[in-house]
């Protein structure tokens, strides 16, 4: 019998966790730990933070989907890992510390034969003083945050209703920010909401961002042909800005946030403040802070986690410059080099070094995008590491399958607006998601895979892929039948 | 869109934030919600996506 304890239950640590479930025989044991009794559909919080949604529908209870599929749930944190085993047993050994109600504060150990670190981002809004829910601005990150975000909207909407100006801030909230992505759905959901609402005319709306230009997104923005041109995404996002009126603040690194006012410096060391009534400003991640020690007890984080607290996988993490960079730095197998059955996915892994280019200021302050992990790659890492070690319990001496996001494309839909009959999102696919400049001199990506459109199709897609994931992560009949 | 207006002469008017960016048509715009054109779109656009995500998998083996 094997025991595989999966860290998280995310979209990558649910979906390992599912597969795991689905392809291995019943003598052997699939453990969830996760801290928080439900499931978020993350990408669906955008519409519950500008008041389309209630919490309730991105958000369902684990325990009864588990308990059905016959997956060991244990609402807790995991606070260290033993992988060398403690107290004279070679046991490998993860620490947890419940959550749940009853037990909150209790620490256990359970013994793993197979370990994946599905924990996500840290959501480290202590990087700037006064980010975030509990500071002076507010997030979408979780259900939670959306929810209170989507209550001081809705506030302000009434009060401009009633001939009050408001002014807006939405954006990254710090110059190492990732999910640049959701920054800019939620500023354009929110300024179609203000439409919809009739207030657009009482409303200034400002971007502000990490990205050197509009549209990098993490990824050093995507080159897409149409209209006889190949043109960067710079341009199309942009124009829709200017469409929409929205301003933007690029290259900036959010310095402090105090109520009303927010204080940042610009790549070229300009420093300025953005009034607002209302901040929306994303934190940027880190790992959850899990510790590592050796048998003898002694402290091996440093040799197991990279510094940002994400783990260390089969990457390659040399120090380089950006034109060093190369696809095959990226991880295959996500599984840890010191220890043949400690992997990581989804976010928890290490990236080897940013996408796109690392830019600071004279001063050395780093304003330039993290890498992104969406949802489709972080399922799929979830997916071909389950598959791995599923193999591996049968026998195999290496993981099977791979999933590098050098190698593998990622499909996207950011919503523009959300009404069945005037909403909008712009529908993108990449391939590859980091761009290979070996296969792909001009632009390190096979234009003729790589698109992008914006139109009510895309709602249509985007309404379709809420409700086909949430069926999926209910392992519903046939769940595994949509990709993911 | 939502600036104040009143006090800005035509030329300022016209040099907004946005005048250096490229807008959509009115074309454009009307393509961007019309139907038809969003049904046969809907279709298009999920063929691509297929079509993405099954490259995708087919090169998850060693
Ligand atoms: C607002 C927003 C919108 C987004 N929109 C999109 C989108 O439209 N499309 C897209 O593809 N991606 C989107 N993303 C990105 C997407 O949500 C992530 O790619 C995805 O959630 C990553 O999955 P994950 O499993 O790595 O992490 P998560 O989904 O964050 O899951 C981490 C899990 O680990 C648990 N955990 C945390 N600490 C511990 C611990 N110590 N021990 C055990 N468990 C722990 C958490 O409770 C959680 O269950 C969006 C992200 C945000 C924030």
Redesign the pocket.
């Known amino acids: 019998m094997a025991r595989v304890v999966v860290?998280?239950?995310?979209?990558?640590?649910h979906t390992a966790a599912a597969f795991l479930r689905k392809w291995l025989g019943w003598e052997h044991e699939v453990t969830v730990?996760?801290?928080?009794p439900d499931y978020n559909w993350?990408?669906s919080?955008?519409w519950v933070g500008v008041g389309l949604l209630r919490k309730e529908k991105v958000v369902f209870p684990l325990e009864p989907v588990y308990r059905k599929n016959e997956i060991d749930f244990k609402q807790a944190?995991?606070?260290a890992l033993y992988p060398d085993g403690i107290d004279g047993s070679p046991q490998p050994m993860v620490e947890i510390e419940w959550t749940a109600d009853g037990r909150a504060g209790v620490r256990e150990r359970l013994p793993y034969d197979y370990l994946i670190n599905?924990?996500?981002?840290k959501l480290n809004f202590q990087a700037t003083k006064g980010l975030g829910p509990g500071g002076n601005s507010l997030s979408?990150?979780t259900a939670d945050h959306a929810e209170e975000t989507a209550r001081v909207f809705l506030e302000l909407v009434a009060r401009m209703k009633r001939g009050e100006r408001k002014r807006f801030l939405i954006g990254t909230g710090h110059g190492s920010c990732t999910?640049e992505?959701?920054a800019f759905?939620y500023v354009v959901n929110l300024e179609f909401e203000l439409r919809s609402h009739g207030v657009r005319d009482k409303a200034d709306i400002t971007f502000i961002t990490n990205e050197y230009e509009l549209g990098d997104l993490g990824i050093d923005g995507v080159h897409i042909r149409r209209g006889g041109y190949v043109t960067p995404s710079k341009i199309f996002t942009e124009s829709l800005f200017a469409e929409r009126g929205i301003e933007s603040l690029t290259r900036a690194h959010v310095r402090a946030v105090e109520p009303g006012v927010a204080h940042y410096e610009t790549l070229d060391g300009l420093r300025g403040e953005a009034p607002f009534d209302m901040a929306m400003l994303?934190p940027p991640f880190s790992g959850?802070g899990?510790k590592a020690y050796a048998a003898d007890g002694k402290d091996i984080t440093d040799a197991v986690f990279a510094p940002n607290g994400f783990m260390k996988v089969d990457a390659d993490y040399r120090k380089k410059p950006y034109e060093d960079w190369k696809a095959s730095d990226w991880p295959r197998f996500y599984q840890s080099p010191l220890y043949r059955n400690l992997f990581a996915?989804?976010?928890?892994f290490a990236p080897p070094h940013p996408i796109s280019p690392v830019r600071t200021t004279a001063d050395g302050v780093v304003i330039s995008p993290a890498p992104p992990?969406?949802?489709?790659p972080?399922a799929m890492i979830g997916k071909a590491v389950a598959h791995s070690i599923v193999n591996m319990i049968k026998g195999g001496d290496r993981p099977s399958h791979s999933a590098s996001l050098a190698e593998m494309g990622a499909a996207?839909?950011?919503s523009a607006g959300a009404n069945p009959f005037t909403g909008t999102a712009a529908s993108i696919t990449v391939f590859p998601i980091v761009p290979d400049y070996e296969r792909y001199p001009e632009y390190g990506r096979d234009v003729d895979r790589t698109f992008g459109e914006i139109g009510l199709a895309g709602h249509w897609i985007k309404i379709l892929l809420h409700h086909m994931f949430l069926y999926k992560a209910h392992l519903w009949p046939g769940w595994s039948l949509i990709p993911e | 869109m939502n600036t104040n207006t009143t006090s800005k002469t035509a030329v300022e008017q016209a040099h907004n934030s946005w005048f250096y960016a490229t807008k959509p048509t009115g074309a454009t715009l009307f393509l961007r919600t019309f139907l038809p054109w969003q049904l046969w779109r809907f279709i298009a656009i999920n063929l691509k996506m297929v079509g993405m995500i099954r490259m995708s998998h087919r090169s998850q083996r060693r």
Do not use: F, K
Request: charged residues 5%.
């Open positions: 860290l998280g239950a995310g979209v990558s640590g730990v996760s801290p928080q993350i990408p919080n955008i944190r995991a606070t599905a924990t996500g981002p979408v990150c999910c992505g959701a759905e994303l959850v899990l996915v989804g976010i928890a992990r969406t949802g489709m972080s996207c839909v950011a």
